[in-house]
């Protein structure tokens, strides 16, 4: 019951964004910068938002799923090599927690499958608004693995994304594919466990250096299957293969980059920003405007996953109260 409880209370701990670390520290962790942090998000959705739509791009091209999944880690680790090497930095690279990097690539190659798997699936704004429920698969996470308890306003939270889901879905109706929905949902509780394994990944190692061990550990998994899918390739294919690859990294470094200048619960807003790109891009490059069924579920999805990191701090502020010991 005791190892319970401190596994539920590291967990925790994770899931309100100061994830614990027993390892030795290899640098002091940065100041924390909100506003930074903020921007760096919100150019983090704008950029992976393009690299979506490049993914769908790439599929509807011909391109299978495997071939767009190699390519996409492929640029990651010489253009970071290049960078390090180029400002005498290399040895930044060295980590004392490879298990950590390996299990965060083997959440990362799943949670690729269903994320792009999705995209191809669905359409942008839906694939998207989908993708926004991971808040609520961390709340579902603590309770039923662990046991933690989850008060009124969270259970509410839950139940208010899961309808916005249903508003989107429309089960019946044959407006969303089935299939293509339940990916999206896997894909964003793929999300809501490597969210975790980044922030406590960001106490002691560089953002470059967690997206370098990312595409070193998952490319050799990917090019086992690339034979049993390579195709020749047109211009405008590489086109698509080599600017996915770019905007993923440059997106993915972004991403991790925030983390280390402010808490999830405070950057999080940004990322449903994601929302309003996707329709954009849906719209100019797929001529589809997404139905009124999309905006009216996907608030309530956004509503969620506020609601959620909002309670998250207020829990996170009285815990650190009660353990505060006032001086003699």
Known sequence: MEALKTKSNAFRACVTFQPPYSGSVTSEAP???????????????????????LVKLASESGLSLPEILFWRQLPTIPIILLLFWSTGKLSQLRSKRLGQHGMRAALGIGGMFLNFGAVTLLPLA??????????????ILSALILHEKVGLWRWGAVALGF??????????????????????????????LISIYIRDLTKSEGSLTIVFYFALFSLPALAILLPFF????????????????????LGQYLL??????GSVSSVIVMDY???????????????????A???LGAPLIVGAGLLIAWREQQ??????????IEPS
């Open 256 to 261: 991790t980059s925030a983390l280390r200048y």
């Open 126 to 139: 839906e694939a998207t608004s989908f993708n926004f429920t991971s808040a609520i698969w961390a709340v």
């Open 293 to 295: 069924t999309t905006w």
């Open 230 to 249: 390579w195709q020749a390739k047109s211009a405008e294919q590489w086109f698509y293969l080599i600017a996915l690859g770019v905007s993923g990294l």
């Open 273 to 291: 920003s994601a929302l309003i790109w996707a329709a954009l891009l849906g719209w100019s490059l797929f001529d589809r405007l997404p139905p």
């Open 163 to 192: 309808a916005g889901v249903l508003v989107i879905a429309q089960p019946g109706s044959g407006q969303v594919p089935v299939f293509g929905a339940s990916v999206a949902l896997g894909a964003a509780f793929m999300i809501a």
């Open 315 to 324: 829990l996170n502020i009285a815990r650190n109260r009660s353990h505060t």
């Open 31 to 53: 100041a924390q910068r909100p506003m930074f942090a903020l921007l760096i998000r919100l150019a983090a959705a704008a950029t992976l938002s393009v690299m979506v739509a």
